[in-house]
């Protein structure tokens, strides 16, 4: 199975009123630590897309090992970020999605995604944190259409929700994917940790 990844960086932090990927925790910047644990894996392609903060963003990740997208459009909201990382992915088997706010993903989670997708023929394994179903998720081609047709501020999730209804996604539990930085106090809290 041949996995590429997406990750969104390209959201202005509205509500935090700063770069939330420049973010500082354990020494590297919030998106540093995506790209390094993402890049650990033999992943056929890993994208990170771009968007409000591009000029701040792109020089921490020149050394690395990501296909830079601009999403020129970011403004439309996320669903146009996926849609842009997922034309540079689409021939592979299935992407996985991340979001560039989430501290705590590692490996052990990332491998428990991507054994669950060989051992099974369901679309999506979804991460389950709480009563939340989100991402990290991996999308096998089979929904890729359903991708393509998000629009506005709507993400994944939807998608997730969608076809966990008809008992079509695996879900991997891991309840630290609950922690996104969306505010300072989150930040804080995340600090204080």
């Known amino acids: 199975m041949k996995i590429s990844t997406i990750i969104l960086a390209a959201g202005k932090s509205a509500r935090l009123g700063q770069p939330k990927q420049l973010l500082k925790y354990e020494n590297q910047t919030l998106i540093e630590r995506i790209v390094s644990t993402v890049t650990s894996f033999d992943f056929?392609?890993?994208?990170?897309?771009?968007g409000a903060f591009t000029e701040k963003i792109q020089p921490i990740l020149a050394s690395t090992n990501v296909e830079i997208i601009i999403n020129k459009n970011w403004q439309k909201g996320m669903s146009s970020s996926l849609k842009k990382g997922l034309e540079q992915v689409e021939n592979s088997d299935a992407i996985l999605v991340f979001l560039s706010d989430q501290p705590f993903i590692n490996t052990e989670l990332i491998n428990g995604i991507i054994t669950a997708a060989k051992s099974t023929n369901l679309p999506i394994i979804a991460t389950k944190y709480g009563e939340v179903l989100g991402v990290p998720a991996?999308?096998?081609?089979a929904v890729f259409e359903d991708l393509k047709a998000l629009e506005k501020q709507v993400g994944a999730k939807k998608i997730i929700k969608k076809y966990a209804k008809n008992n079509q996604v695996v879900f991997v539990n891991f309840e630290a994917a609950a922690v996104d930085i969306d505010t300072i106090e989150d930040y804080e809290k995340l600090l204080n940790t």
Do not use: A, Q, S
């Not at 056929?44 to 771009?50: D, F, M, W």
């Open 138 to 141: 991996l999308f096998k081609k």
């Open 44 to 50: 056929e392609k890993n994208v990170v897309v771009l």
